[in-house]
């Protein structure tokens, strides 16, 4: 993952998962300890409340069956980690690639 994509992705991370007074991550394995700990947390305190954010953050459902079950690779939360960061590179790969085109004809929509 190159510097300035680490850089995009942590930021679409740490607000969700309130992880601004963390020092930034310098490399993504960093990163995913990160994630992984505070996923950890959740699991244990808040399950519903992480479900929720893991909707919310586009996660898909068919991905996060197979990382939580008991004969999965690697324990849930580094499996949680992993589809998070990686749906959170997509979205910053796609605000960096697609540039909409501005609106036209908006007369008498302002606010």
Same mark, same amino acid.
């Not at 700990?37 to 808040?46: D, N």
């Not at 690697?74 to 790969?93: C, D, H, S, T």
């Given at each position: ?12 991370v740490r607000g969700p998962f309130e992880? +601004? ?23 244990? $305190? ?27 690779? +690697? ?19 796609? $605000?960096?690639?697609?540039?909409? +085109?501005?609106? +036209?004809?908006?007369e008498g929509w302002e606010w």
């Amino acid at each position: 993952m190159t510097d300035e994509l680490l850089q995009q992705t942590t930021a679409l991370v740490r607000g969700p998962f309130e992880l +601004e007074n963390t020092p930034p991550p310098a490399t993504e394995a960093e990163l995913l300890t990160l994630v992984a700990e505070r996923i950890a947390e959740l699991l244990e $305190k808040q399950p519903e409340y992480l479900m929720s954010l893991l909707y919310r953050l586009d996660v898909p459902e068919k991905k996060i069956h197979p990382v939580m079950r008991p004969d999965a690779p +690697e324990p849930a939360n580094y499996g949680l980690a992993r589809l998070v960061i990686e749906r959170q590179k997509q979205r910053a790969e796609t $605000k960096r690639t697609v540039k909409p +085109e501005p609106l +036209e004809d908006m007369e008498g929509w302002e606010w």
